[in-house]
């Protein structure tokens, strides 16, 4: 059995039929999935999709591209049931849809409330680990995943040290970076998530699809694949992983 822990599929933006979707998903071995809010609306709809689907759990938070927009309703909304964790947020320097002054607040605000409700966090870090790490680190005790992990295998053992998961999708199975495709195989399994990010990301060898929970299998065998190990050891894996880290019931 499989766990999507990050996905989008609950948007009104989504282009399947979302039903079909989660039964296309229990139909190909992923038990449970996770609706990940990257705003305040997103977050509202995570949850209620949540409320109205088995298997589905809800997250949220406010994308720091969208932090511009604010983020006072995520306390009220992380009360809420079916929430597991909070997320997506954190810094993107990337793109700089939101300054980086308002990232910043967004984020230490977020990150409060997570631990005022002993919630994990679901990370979102492009190119800003230098201002990530020193704030991490101002909340001890914090639990949580980097999502979309791709970048250098030195900041993945600062995630390991400080008892992060690291969450894979199908960037790992399509990338040509070299430093990336070595940097995945030094995961640890007892520290390895799997996820979608559907609609996005769509791994191989789907590519060119509209991406959805189903094809988080395709991730498993690709690390299977790259390890050498059976694809029921992944699998088995990143499913205690998801349960340990979100309390899935």
Same mark, same amino acid.
């Given at each position: 059995?499989?766990?999507?822990?990050?996905?989008? /599929?609950? #948007?009104?933006?989504?282009?399947?039929?979302?039903?079909?979707?989660?039964?296309?998903?229990?139909?190909? !071995?992923?038990?449970?999935?996770?609706?990940?809010?990257?705003?305040?609306?997103?977050?509202?709809?995570?949850?209620?999709? =949540?409320?109205?689907?088995?298997?589905?759990?809800?997250?949220?938070?406010?994308? +720091?591209?969208?932090?511009?927009?604010?983020?006072?309703?995520?306390?009220?909304?992380?009360?809420?049931?079916? *929430?597991?964790?909070?997320? #997506?947020?954190?810094?993107?320097?990337?793109?700089?849809?939101?300054?980086?002054?308002?990232?910043?607040?967004?984020?230490?605000?977020?990150?409060?409330?997570?631990? @005022?409700?002993?919630?994990?966090?679901?990370?979102? *870090?492009?190119?800003?680990?230098?201002?990530?790490?020193? /704030?991490?680190?101002?909340?001890?005790?914090?639990?949580?995943?980097?999502?979309?992990?791709?970048?250098?295998?030195?900041?993945? #053992?600062?995630?390991?040290? @400080?008892?992060?998961? *690291? !969450?894979?999708?199908?960037?790992?199975?399509?990338?040509?970076?070299?430093?990336?495709?070595?940097?995945?195989?030094? /995961?640890?399994?007892?520290?390895?998530?799997?996820?979608?990010?559907?609609?996005?990301?769509?791994?191989?060898?789907?590519? !060119?699809?509209?991406?959805?929970?189903?094809?988080? !299998?395709?991730?498993?065998?690709?690390?299977?694949?790259? @390890?050498?190990? +059976?694809?029921?050891?992944?699998?088995?894996? &990143? &499913?205690?992983?998801?349960? =340990?880290?979100?309390?899935?019931?």
């Amino acid at each position: 059995m499989l766990i999507d822990t990050h996905c989008h /599929i609950h #948007e009104s933006s989504y282009p399947l039929d979302q039903q079909e979707v989660i039964d296309h998903a229990l139909g190909m !071995g992923v038990e449970k999935l996770i609706c990940v809010g990257t705003s305040e609306q997103s977050s509202a709809e995570a949850i209620a999709f =949540a409320a109205k689907h088995q298997h589905v759990y809800a997250s949220v938070g406010v994308h +720091p591209h969208d932090t511009k927009d604010g983020w006072s309703k995520i306390a009220g909304l992380a009360h809420q049931t079916n *929430v597991v964790a909070v997320g #997506e947020i954190g810094l993107d320097y990337f793109y700089t849809h939101s300054p980086r002054e308002v990232q910043l607040l967004a984020l230490e605000a977020q990150l409060d409330i997570a631990r @005022r409700l002993d919630l994990p966090v679901i990370f979102h *870090v492009r190119e800003a680990f230098d201002d990530f790490w020193p /704030i991490f680190d101002n909340f001890p005790g914090l639990r949580g995943e980097l999502h979309s992990f791709t970048d250098t295998k030195r900041h993945m #053992e600062e995630a390991l040290k @400080r008892g992060l998961y *690291v !969450g894979v999708n199908g960037i790992s199975t399509f990338t040509k970076d070299r430093e990336q495709q070595e940097m995945f195989t030094h /995961i640890p399994l007892d520290r390895m998530l799997l996820e979608t990010d559907a609609p996005f990301l769509t791994p191989s060898p789907f590519r !060119g699809k509209v991406n959805e929970p189903a094809f988080v !299998g395709k991730v498993a065998e690709h690390h299977a694949a790259i @390890r050498g190990i +059976p694809v029921d050891e992944v699998a088995a894996a &990143t &499913t205690a992983n998801a349960h =340990a880290l979100f309390a899935l019931s």
